[in-house]
């Protein structure tokens, strides 16, 4: 059971508690002031044991502590916001299916829990840039972090006089790791041995060329090597202008950069890594340095993917196929491991965006917060709920749970204050951890499950990548649903980092209408990428209006290159049958014939992976990526096949006659290959061995 709460405070929503009620089978009284004076309501109803759905987000932390004065609330609770998606809208008396919708949704149970990751940090934090900006913000966190500073110059006002922390400085050769395993590199090869220096400045004062600053190195651009410096240091001994370089590492906790060019420069750099160009003045400066003040101890993170080896089209014999995944992670967590045949994950640095399971053509990589069964759960109810209140034309806007959905937010702001039309009734907003981690499994699921459009809303806050990744899934799904012969756009990425741009794309929608399926598919999301595809494929090829035209006819939809959709085209002269694509194919797509020697090939297990077409050795192979609207699809279809080749003793077949002659044709020159040894090429192995054993003209091993 679940009881639904909802408040419209000052009656700011044109709410319909019945027609909600009616939709959700569910008695909706509408409250007025639930977490102020009529919080009652909300303590008894957490005591029932059953769940509970709160419409409301603004007062999220209210009604946790109000949930914490009641000794026997037991139910778990839950939050869904009606007000800016769609109660603060120019077509707010049009959205109750939109409502009702978000609410079914939000009734629904919670994903299952997933694996989580784990850091665990000591609070070792690396300070790198200029010296004086360094101990500024070593100053702000040392009572925390056990800090240590890598200076990078003097800055404008050099170190203090007073050494308060380990200073390095030298040649940084690499940076890497995540939050608790950061490992420098680097090499001192300055004159000047700061872990012997004292800041006499007996130095700076001695050097006419003025190449030291108060950073206590020399500028070996300036020095004209007199070594003055080096006489006025005898007591020390920090400076020797013949020391070699020697290179050195140190393992932290925390990176702080304080660089003009960072260090670590991704899109998505790791867990514990902050770049503050300028130093703490930076804006974001006082922010940054309270999470490094916090970031001492053990924490976690979800696991967000799952990988399956066996589907992974990756490589096969260190040959490299599909590497879509790494190509597109901007966190730099994917790697080619083509040695074990597979892709490497490293969780550490996994960012959550989802990107590579969007483009894996095969779906060994799954996206695991929340796995595609839940998600597609959730696209099926708001879309079943919808239709069930009386909504039309529903569009699905997916987007982030940071940005994108602040911007709606704010577009749901603007719209009450009479400033924006708000977001369309029809419009139906659909959070994610990112905006990257859905593709066109999903996506045709949701046209299949009654969607007219589905949009995927970035802000500018995802890699270019992940951008470039989702215009091209969008084109793809597009591609497909066209030649099918379904109308119009159904697929679109909307690009707005305002919320005038928001409010301007979701406009341009209103009077759009995408021809779709006339039924509503009934299938679930599953776990696995390919099945759900062929699930969504089937279902919008039945009611397919190109078939209708032509009921009979096959239908052959030309997909752009990296399509997970294809044929392979084999050229029959060139193509000796050593079957070694076979081997290849990742998905089972090739297949030989143990009876017969014969190339065969089921197009619906085809990933496009390109295996086939880099194994070859006679370059015989060639991808052609398409859809195939035809029963073949789904069958063995023979692409090549060839004479069998008779053993000239036996007469037993082995190999193909195509395949013995181009061996004879490329060995007979060679000197190991003449007379009797050229002759026993064609025969088979048992022949082969009986022949060489009864020749008297052999030399055998039992001779030696």
């Known amino acids: 059971m679940t009881t639904t709460l909802i408040c419209d405070c000052n009656k700011t929503m044109p709410l319909e508690p019945k027609t909600l009620g009616t939709a959700l089978a569910e008695s909706l009284p509408l409250h007025s002031s639930l977490c102020r004076r009529e919080a009652a309501s909300f303590q008894r109803a957490v005591q029932s044991g059953d769940d509970v759905v709160v419409a409301c987000t603004q007062e999220k932390r209210l009604f946790a502590e109000l949930a914490a004065q009641v000794p026997a609330a037991t139910s778990p609770i839950r939050f869904v916001n009606i007000r800016e998606t769609g109660g603060w809208s120019r077509d707010a008396r049009s959205a109750m299916p939109k409502i009702a919708a978000l609410l079914a949704a939000a009734r629904l149970p919670e994903p299952d829990p997933v694996s989580t990751v784990r850091y665990v940090s000591q609070g070792r934090l690396l300070i790198v840039g200029p010296l004086d900006e360094a101990e500024k913000a070593a100053a702000l966190v040392a009572d925390s972090l056990d800090v240590t500073i890598f200076s990078q110059g003097a800055g404008a006002a050099g170190g203090a006089q007073e050494r308060r922390w380990p200073v390095l400085a030298g040649r940084i050769d690499s940076l890497a790791g995540w939050l608790g395993a950061f490992r420098l590199q680097w090499t001192r090869d300055n004159p000047i041995d700061l872990d012997l220096c004292t800041r006499c400045n007996a130095c700076v004062a001695a050097c006419p060329e003025q190449a030291i600053g108060l950073d206590y190195q020399i500028d070996m651009a300036k020095c004209s090597a007199h070594r003055d410096c080096e006489r006025a240091c005898t007591a020390a001994g920090a400076i020797r202008f013949d020391r070699p370089p020697e290179a050195f590492d140190g393992d932290f906790d925390l990176v702080l950069d304080l660089g003009a060019a960072p260090q670590i420069d991704w899109h998505a750099p790791p867990q514990g890594y902050f770049h503050l160009p300028g130093g703490v003045a930076h804006p974001q400066g006082p922010q940054i340095l309270l999470r490094l003040r916090d970031m001492d101890g053990e924490f976690e993170k979800p696991k967000f993917f799952d990988y399956n080896q066996k589907l992974c089209a990756h490589s096969r014999n260190e040959v490299v196929g599909c590497s879509a995944c790494i190509d597109v992670c901007s966190a730099h967590a994917v790697s080619s491991a083509k040695e074990r045949q597979r892709i490497v994950v490293n969780p550490h640095l996994c960012v959550g965006c989802g990107a590579c399971t969007t483009v894996c053509p095969t779906g060994a990589l799954g996206y695991a917060y929340p796995r595609a069964p839940d998600q597609g759960l959730k696209l099926r109810t708001l879309l079943s709920s919808y239709a069930g209140a009386g909504g039309r034309d529903a569009v699905l806007l997916l987007h982030s749970e940071e940005g994108g959905q602040a911007l709606v937010a704010q577009l749901g702001r603007q719209a009450q204050l009479g400033k924006a039309q708000g977001v369309p009734a029809n419009v139906i907003p659909v959070g994610l951890f990112h905006a990257a981690s859905t593709g066109i499994d999903l996506w045709l699921s949701a046209v299949a499950f009654g969607a007219s459009q589905l949009c995927v809303l970035v802000t500018g806050e ?129 297949q030989d014939n143990q009876n017969a020697p014969q190339l065969r090939f089921i197009e619906k297990n085809c990933v496009q992976c390109g295996l086939c077409e880099t194994t070859c050795p006679e370059r015989a192979i060639s991808l052609v990526p398409r859809l195939l609207v035809a029963p073949e699809r789904k069958q063995p279809v023979v692409l090549n096949e060839a004479r069998p080749w008779s053993c000239i003793r036996c007469a037993k077949p082995f190999g193909t006659q195509k395949a013995i002659e181009a061996m004879l044709g490329k060995l007979a020159g060679h000197a190991m290959f003449q007379g009797e040894a050229l002759e026993r090429l064609k025969m088979c192995s048992d022949c082969r061995v009986i022949d060489l054993y009864s020749a008297q003209g052999e030399m055998k091993i039992t001779d030696l």
């Open 462 to 590: 995802e890699a270019p990548q992940y951008l470039a990744a989702l215009q091209t899934q969008a084109a793809l799904a597009q591609s497909l649903l066209h030649g099918l012969g379904y109308t119009g756009t159904h697929f679109r990425i909307v690009e707005a980092a305002s919320v005038a741009a928001l409010d301007g794309a979701l406009g341009a929608l209103r009077d759009t209408r995408p021809q779709v399926p006339d039924k509503v598919a009934r299938f679930a999301v599953g776990g696995d990428k390919r099945s759900t595809l062929e699930l969504a494929l089937d279902h919008l090829t039945e009611a397919a209006p190109a078939l209708k035209a032509q009921p009979d006819t096959p239908i052959a939809i030309p997909l752009p290159p990296g399509a997970p959709f294809g044929t392979v085209a084999v050229d029959k002269d060139k193509c000796t049958l050593c079957l070694a694509c076979v081997g290849a194919c990742p998905a089972g797509a090739l």
